[in-house]
C-alpha cells in the first residue's frame, strides 16, 4: 500500500471565509471524498492517520497555518526536514499552501530534497465557501501523483487544475483564474485524467547538480529593473546583502548607465542576471553594445539562463548556504555552473 505524508501550511485552501481563520489539515482533507478518519496532533508535531484514498495510506502533519506570503526561510528549512524524513521512511510527500509563494516553495523543495518519490506542491485559487471551490480538487490529484509509482524520478512537482508541472518552470500568471498556473516555454509534465496521473514528459536534469543546504541568515537580494532606473538602490545591496539578482529587460539587458556600478558590484558579490518578461532565456551573445547581455556577462554576471528571477534567487542562496561564499570571495565557477546545469545546453 503506498503511503503518502501531507503537510499543509495554510493558505486560501485552507481559508474560513475571508477573515484570519484557518482550518486545520484534518478539516482540509475532510472535504475530499473516499478520505475517511481523523488526524490526531495539532500544531507544528502533530500527526496522525486520517485514512485511504486510491488504496494509499495517508499521514497528516499539521505544520504552519499561514497565508503563503508570511513564510520564512526558517518555515521552509524545517518542512524541507521533515519531508526528507518521511520520504526516507518510504512516503510520498504532498504540501499544502497558499499560491502566493507556491512556486518558489515548490523551486526551493526541489534544491533541498533529493529522492526518487514523489513531492507534491499544491492549494487552492478560490476560498472553500465560494463557488467553484478548487481546492478538493486540487488536493485529490496532487495525491493521486504522491502515491503512483510512475510519478517517481520528476523531482517535486506543483499539481493543480489537473495539470502536473516541474517545480523550475512553473509559474503563477494571473492572480484569480483557477487556471493560473502554467509552464510559459515548457508546458506540463503530465496530467490527471480520471484521478489517475498521466505522465508525458520528463526533467532532463535534477533541479540541483550538487547538495545544497538554506541558510536563513544569508541575504540575496532582487533588483527588478524599471523604465528609466537609476540604480539608486545598489549603494544599499552592497552593503547589506551577500548577493544579488537581477531581473533585467528582455533577453538580459540594463541601461548604459548602470553597467560599471553592476560590474564594481561583481568584486564583492556574485550578480546573477536574469530576465523580468516571465519566460524564456538569457541570451549571450545576440547584442553585443553597451548594457546587452554579452556586455553584462564580459563584465562578471552569471547568466541565469531559463530561471525565473525569484527562483534565479532561490538557487543562488542555497550555493551561498552551501560553500560557494567564503573569506576570499565567492566560487564563481560553482555557481555559474549551477546555473547551466539547468539551461538544457549540452543535452543533445
Known sequence: MPRVTVFTL?????????????MNGAEVLA??????????????????????????????????????????????????EEIRA?????????????????????FLLDLLCTTERPIVVTGAMRRPDLPGADGPANLAAALAVAAAPAARGLGV???LGDEIHAARFVHKTHTTSVT?????????????????????????????ACPL????????????????????????IAERYDGLVVAAFGAGHVP??????????????????????????????????????????????IPAGPLAPEKARLLLHTLLSSGAMGPSGYDRPRISAAFAHLDGAGLA
Open 157 to 159: 512537482v506543483v499539481v
Open 86 to 106: 518521511a520520504v526516507a521512511a518510504g512516503s510520498g510527500a504532498v504540501v499544502v499552501q497558499g499560491t502566493d509563494t507556491l512556486e518558489e516553495t515548490a
Open 213 to 236: 543546504r538554506l541558510d536563513p541568515d544569508v541575504k540575496v537580494a532582487l533588483l527588478t529593473l524599471s523604465l528609466g532606473d537609476r540604480g539608486e538602490l545598489l549603494p544599499t
Open 180 to 208: 493560473t498556473f502554467g509552464s510559459p516555454g515548457a508546458g506540463p509534465l503530465g496530467l490527471v485524467v480520471e484521478g489517475e496521473p498521466r505522465i508525458l514528459l520528463r526533467p532532463a536534469v535534477p533541479a540541483r
Open 31 to 80: 472535504g475530499l471524498p473516499g478520505v475517511t478518519g481523523t488526524a490526531g496532533g495539532e500544531g507544528p508535531a502533530g500527526t496522525g492517520t486520517v485514512g485511504a484514498l486510491a488504496d494509499a495510506e495517508i499521514e497528516l502533519r499539521d505544520v504552519r497555518r499561514l497565508p503563503s506570503s508570511s513564510l520564512t526561510f526558517e518555515d521552509l528549512g524545517a518542512l524541507a
Open 10 to 22: 495554510g493558505g486560501t485552501i485552507s481559508a474560513r471565509g475571508g477573515d484570519v481563520g484557518r
Open 256 to 301: 548604459a548607465w548602470l553597467v560599471e556600478p553592476l560590474a564594481a558590484l561583481t568584486e564583492r558579490m556574485p550578480v546573477v542576471l536574469a530576465s523580468r518578461t516571465g519566460a524564456g532565456p538569457t541570451l549571450s551573445h545576440t547584442y553585443r553594445g553597451p548594457g546587452s547581455e554579452h556586455d553584462l556577462l564580459h563584465r562578471g554576471l
